[in-house]
């Protein structure tokens, strides 16, 4: 089951990480369902082109930083299970938190309060080191309520076989 | 000692009211681009408020879930908020359309049509980008309703005190 909620986030990180690169290559081969991939990330990031990086001439799905959040995401994914038991979900310090938040936050303000425009690059990496720590979050979180899950039918199960057996 | 865990209705439906409401006003939801800023601020408000109810420390599965319905909640609000400024996310599209040529070089013909009809109410339209809200919320909430927990779930515990065992009647009280 855990092993299942694993590869599950894992495929579902990936996906997104493809779609991102797949959105420009789709249209440059003319194809209108490269527009249905800025639709579906449209929700999600601004898209606007002078914050994004580019292939072929068109820009990716969502903004570098955006790019950045969702590669970490995946990244983190593979390297959960180097540093977090599969089996014993712990969430990670909150320092951690903070620590790998602290430079995009800051990046962000700095940008909102009109005190440095970042590059690309750097929008990227900040939203990048964001991204790795938040598959320890939800993959622990995700495993843990499939735990619950497991638990309740368990004692449903428990529940309804005395009831059998009391009625006899 | 109550050891029972707190309702996790109510948490679920004020953190969806927030996303709802944060989610579907115009201007405001630009905070949403920034990786789902106001979703994840929603499933971390209602991972705190039932933290608040909670007597014992919460687990990240209880995160998960409450998050998860505050995320499906509030998708659901900020859809229906949405429907009434389409004709101002409307002329957002239109602006779109108008920049994209500069950035994105040619385009097959019929694209601007397709987007444009994109940005008209049709109810398959809505239904799609509901469903995908759900999903994307549903997720994102779950994720700030597990950061949440890691940041108001834990409590204090107090060492239990040792029980008292049984003290011999002493002689004063004999008499």
Not at chain 1, 34 to 61: D, K, V
Not at chain 2, 34 to 48: H, K, M, S
Request: aromatic residues 14%.
């Amino acid at each position: 089951m855990k092993k299942l909620i694993y590869f599950s986030i894992l495929s579902v990180t990936f996906l997104c990480v493809v779609l991102i690169f797949l959105a420009p290559i789709l249209l440059h081969f003319k194809s209108k369902y490269g527009f249905l991939i800025y639709f579906i990330f449209s929700p999600l990031c601004h898209q606007i082109p002078e914050r994004s990086f580019h292939i072929f001439g068109f820009q990716l799905a969502v903004c570098s930083r955006c790019t950045g959040i969702y590669l970490g995401l995946f990244i983190g994914s593979i390297f959960y299970p180097f540093f977090s038991s599969l089996k014993r979900q712990k969430l990670p310090p909150l320092k951690f938190f903070i620590f790998l938040a602290f430079p995009m936050g800051i990046d962000v303000f700095g940008n909102i309060l009109n005190l440095w425009i970042s590059p690309n690059i750097i929008r990227f990496f900040t939203g990048f080191i964001f991204g790795v720590i938040l598959p320890f979050y939800l993959i622990s979180g995700i495993m843990d309520l499939g735990e619950m899950k497991l638990n309740f039918n368990r004692n449903f199960i428990k529940a309804k076989n005395e009831n059998k057996t009391s009625n006899f | 000692m109550n050891n029972q865990k707190p309702d996790m209705f109510r948490p679920a439906l004020i953190g969806g009211l927030i996303i709802g409401l944060l989610s579907g006003l115009p201007v405001i939801q630009l905070g949403n681009c920034f990786c789902c800023l106001w979703v994840i601020a929603g499933g971390v408000f209602a991972a705190y408020l039932l933290s608040k109810e909670a007597k014992i420390s919460l687990k990240a599965g209880d995160g998960a879930i409450v998050g998860m319905f505050a995320g499906i909640i509030g998708a659901i609000i900020s859809s229906l908020i949405n429907l009434p400024f389409r004709a101002l996310n409307q002329q957002i599209v239109a602006r779109f359309l108008e920049r994209l040529p500069e950035y994105g070089g040619e385009f097959p013909q019929d694209m601007n049509l397709w987007l444009k009809r994109g940005a008209e109410f049709s109810l398959p339209m809505f239904m799609l980008g509901l469903v995908i809200s759900v999903i994307i919320y549903a997720l994102f909430g779950a994720l700030g309703g597990v950061i949440g927990t890691s940041l108001f779930g834990k409590k204090k515990t107090t060492p239990e005190t040792p029980p008292i065992p049984p003290s011999e009647p002493t002689k004063e009280q004999d008499k």
